[in-house]
Nanobody, 115 residues
Framework: QVQLVESGGGLVQAGGSLRLSCAASGSMFFSMYAGWYRQAPGKQREMVAT???????NYADSVKGRFTISKDNANKMVYLQMNSLKPEDTAVYYCNAGLRTQTYWGQGTQVTVSS
């Protein structure tokens, strides 16, 4: 069983930065893929960024060049550095990790960007 706990959300002005953190449990973390997803009110959950067990990254077009995902296997952490934030980035952000057919989700952290 893997538990994921997000932190680092909050209120920030447009143009500002935030770093989201996701603390993971479990001995197989080093071999897992991970990612960040977000869900805005009235919208479906969408992929923001993913990172494979070999550290290959993938980003949604809307965040390319502004967000950076990273994975620290030694400390079982996943990060999302968010720069140049826009009001449309406002959402609940969820950490995701998985291995083969098993996938896990955190409880989410709210990010609000004011204009």
């Amino acid at each position: 069983q893997v538990q994921l706990v997000e932190s680092g959300g909050g209120l920030v002005q447009a143009g500002g930065s935030l770093r989201l953190s996701c603390a993971a449990s479990g001995s197989m973390f080093f071999s897992m893929y991970a990612g960040w997803y977000r869900q805005a009110p009235g919208k479906q959950r969408e992929m923001v960024a993913t990172i494979s067990s070999l550290f290959t990254t993938n980003y949604a077009d809307s965040v390319k060049g502004r967000f950076t995902i990273s994975k620290d296997n030694a400390n079982k952490m996943v990060y999302l550095q968010m720069n140049s934030l826009k009001p449309e980035d406002t959402a609940v952000y969820y950490c995701n990790a998985g291995l083969r057919t098993q996938t896990y989700w955190g409880q989410g952290t709210q990010v609000t960007v004011s204009s």
